[in-house]
């Protein structure tokens, strides 16, 4: 991605975007083709924006905040998992294909049904944590430590990547259980016994194959396979000590 | 611990909202509490429009403190209680407003003035106090206010207005798009809409329908042949890698490109410029904004220049005004409730202006106007009622109330 | 519910088509090369050489039984054995359980938690131990010949 002064900034080019479609009930879905101009700027999420605007406004597709915060905009672009908003176009060859993520039902188009990933989910999530930012900082008069939401903006790019979630849909899957590793380092008043009693399932830990694809693909430096492997670490040590999985 | 009012009965006045941000969503949790029965329509996701994209401030008020006291008076009183009925959804850190010029200095007086009329506790700092608290401020400040400033996440903290709603009893529609509303013997009567999850259309009807659509609230009341002034107003913001503050860091001036710093997980936001467009669809980016928001981001944080991009992106707000307006600046951001029978068309109201700090509020003040005109006796309880977290939105139940 | 619903709106609740990554085959999608990583490919590798050390160990059982049909079979084998094409399915198959062994010990050491961060050092690592064990083991190999 690049800013102002990008060398190849002004011409656009088009290219062919070959778009997952389905609508409920419809036979089966298919892939419609669209010309759109990209520039050397263009992300995906606005040829898709483009698209909705001037070729088809019935393609449904999630964003919100344009700016890798709040995971709405997840997607597979050629097969790969991305947020649309802060993926350029230009790199992307002269047919693009944009299809949901896989492993969630699809609600529609490129629109997957979230409720299947929040169903994975410990019942005690986290949002605020401690923020480990600016160690050297001390914060003001009645602010005890700075705090700052957590990293996992909740997308599904994890369990789309996961070859483990491709074969079972019975596995939590990587964010559940980053998420469950956070409340171990953090516990913000949650029973990590709970946490661990949890997480220590054929489903839940111990169903990961390690190979790291999660980490990969998540666009929020949340590291779900280090932090699996350190749940795992946790539960063969008897329970005794928790490893902090720090950022990349 | 939130306990929804008790499902609208069968006979309730039914409104359909129109807008699915962060006002429409407010407004649906509102009139639900009141005993209304809602369905909500978005075209696109929830908080997809304007709400999500904003740099995730929950104002302290004091940004207007100067030249718009309602706009701050109003913020102050929500941060408020948004923190209250929200929890866990800000990340409390406060914010600073910094002077680094003399001509800085020369609003600093009137600044803390405003503040104090306004109701806004602050906190006079040193350079050297305000460099512990953000070590990579710009060291050649000349003075720094604290103010209880704080960081939300733009669509989360919306969602759970949704979230409460829906548990509540009220019909929430993502990816429907009103078409066109229905008038019949000069009333709004319902809305036209294709449903893009089946592909089906069809009319909604109902006993009055609520235009929530923010910068798109003028183009929606031309389907019932009405005219809302509003400016969209686009601004740039710049999302930057590594979290550079913890602390809202603002310029202490009035208001002006670049003068926001908004911490975001591992994220820096620089905000905004303004302008004003006639289509909140087509909005740009233009690169001398962004190279521009860098610029001024890096006197307030000098680490802003040599941070690395994660993206630029423009939203745009609903400010009330002509578009003679050049800028958008001059603009207050304020919010107004509108009651189209003023133009002759009765069942239809117009909700816009205002930002996300205010939601609730504005929700409350338009609840007032709808329940007047539906007869319903209800005052609003959204004070006190303390939202379900975003995640309930997702949940088939109730059953996640961290 | 309030109000009154578009027709069709309740196919919102179904459970929607899931779509599975690999070649087309719901089963194929725990692989599919496009944009994987290390850790990816490594997991991929493990799966194949797991399956094929799988296949090996009965195909070896199939070659032992041939013990029982008397000598002239068993040299019949060893003669056949012994040619180029032969001795590289053995090189082939020290490499499987080189590669299944060695990955299965990076596995366990960042599984086990005791380097949850270190898996593509360990790749790394692992790898040059296995690639001069795996150059010895087919010096040795076609020099027996």
């Known amino acids: 991605m690049s800013e102002a002064g990008h060398p190849n900034g002004s011409s656009p080019s088009t290219r062919t975007f070959r778009v997952y479609r389905y609508k409920r009930g419809d036979p089966g879905w298919r892939f419609d083709g669209f010309e759109v101009p990209v520039g050397a700027r263009t992300t995906v999420l606005e040829a898709l924006r483009w698209i909705q605007l001037h070729r088809d406004r019935t393609l449904a597709l999630r964003h919100s905040c344009l700016h890798a915060s709040c995971g709405t905009c997840g997607m597979q672009v050629n097969g790969r998992e991305v947020l649309a908003c802060v993926t350029p176009a230009d790199t992307l060859g002269s047919t693009i294909t944009v299809e949901p993520l896989a492993n969630i039902p699809v609600l529609t188009d490129l629109v997957v049904d979230m409720r299947q990933l929040f169903e994975r989910f410990p019942d005690e999530i986290g949002t605020v944590r401690t923020s480990d930012a600016l160690a050297q900082a001390s914060p003001p008069d009645g602010i005890e430590t700075y705090e700052r939401f957590e990293d996992c903006i909740e997308c599904g790019l994890c369990l789309s990547a996961c070859p483990v979630s491709a074969t079972s849909d019975a596995y939590v899957g990587p964010a559940a259980l980053a998420a469950a590793q956070r409340l171990l380092e953090e516990p913000r008043g949650v029973d990590p016994e709970r946490v661990l009693d949890w997480a220590d399932d054929p489903h839940g830990a111990w169903q990961c194959h390690a190979a790291f694809e999660c980490t990969e693909a998540c666009p929020s430096s949340v590291r779900p396979a280090e932090r699996i492997m350190a749940l795992r670490g946790a539960l063969a040590g008897g329970r005794r000590t928790v490893a902090t999985v720090m950022p990349a | 611990m939130t306990r929804s009012a008790p499902r609208a009965s069968r006979d309730a006045p039914h409104v359909l909202i129109v807008g699915g941000g962060g006002t429409g969503g407010a407004l649906a949790h509102d009139l639900t509490l009141r005993g209304i029965r809602v369905t909500l329509v978005e075209r696109g996701e929830f908080t997809s429009g304007t709400t999500g994209r904003h740099h995730g401030l929950l104002h302290s008020g004091a940004r207007y403190a100067v030249n718009d006291r309602e706009s701050a008076i109003e913020c102050i009183e929500e941060n408020a209680i948004l923190r209250a009925i929200c929890p866990g959804s800000f990340e409390e850190n406060d914010g600073l407003f910094v002077a680094l010029t003399d001509e800085d200095m020369e609003y600093y007086a009137d600044f803390v003035e405003g503040c104090k009329a306004c109701g806004i506790p602050i906190e006079e700092l040193t350079p050297q106090e305000a460099l512990r608290m953000e070590p990579q401020l710009n060291p050649e400040l000349k003075a720094a206010v604290r103010v209880p400033d704080a960081t939300m996440d733009a669509m989360r903290m919306p969602l759970r207005f949704f979230a409460t709603a829906k548990h509540g009893g009220a019909t929430l529609y993502n990816f429907m798009e009103v078409l066109d509303l229905v008038v019949e013997g000069g009333a709004v009567t319902g809305a036209t809409v294709r449903d893009q999850v089946t592909g089906s259309e069809g009319d909604l009807h109902a006993d009055l329908v609520v235009n929530a659509t923010g910068p798109w609230s003028e183009k929606i009341a031309r389907m019932a042949g009405v005219d809302v002034p509003i400016s969209p107003s686009p601004g740039v913001m710049l999302a930057l890698y590594g979290r550079l503050c913890n602390m809202v860091i603002n310029r202490m001036h009035r208001s002006g490109d670049g003068d926001i710093v908004v911490p975001q997980r591992a994220l820096s936001v620089v905000g905004t410029s303004s302008w004003t467009v006639e289509d909140p669809d087509e909005l740009d980016v233009p690169e001398d904004h962004v190279t521009r928001m860098r610029a001024e981001g890096a006197k307030l944080i000098p680490a802003v220049a040599q941070a690395g991009f994660r993206a630029a992106w423009s939203a745009a707000r609903p400010l009330i005004g002509s578009r003679e307006a050049d800028s958008g600046r001059e603009l207050s951001r304020t919010f107004k409730t509108i009651d189209h029978a003023d133009d002759g068309v009765e069942g239809f109201v117009t909700i816009t202006g205002g930002k996300a700090t205010t939601l609730r509020g504005m929700a409350e003040l338009c609840g007032d106007v709808i329940s007047r005109k539906l007869g319903v006796d209800r005052p609003s309880t959204t004070r006190t009622v303390t939202t379900l977290p975003h995640t309930a939105f997702y949940a088939k139940t109730e059953r996640r109330l961290a | ?145």
Do not use: C
């Open chain 3, 1 to 145: 519910m309030s109000g009154q619903e578009l027709p069709g709106t309740e196919r919102r609740d179904d459970v929607g088509p899931v779509l599975r990554k690999g070649v087309g085959i719901p089963a194929s999608g725990w692989f599919d090369p496009r944009g994987r990583a290390l850790g990816g490919f490594a997991f991929a590798v493990n799966r194949v050489t797991g399956l094929g050390l799988v296949v090996y160990l009965y195909l070896h059982l199939a070659v032992l039984s041939m013990l029982l049909r008397g000598e002239s079979a068993w040299s019949g084998f060893l003669r056949l054995a012994t040619n180029w094409l032969f001795l590289s399915l053995d090189v082939l198959l020290i490499f499987g359980i080189l590669y299944h062994g060695l990955n299965g010990i990076r596995v366990a050491l960042v599984g086990s938690g005791v380097v949850p961060d270190r898996q593509k050092a360990l790749w790394w690592a692992l790898g040059v131990i296995g690639t001069i064990t795996l150059a010895f083991s087919a010096l040795h190999i076609y020099g027996s010949r």
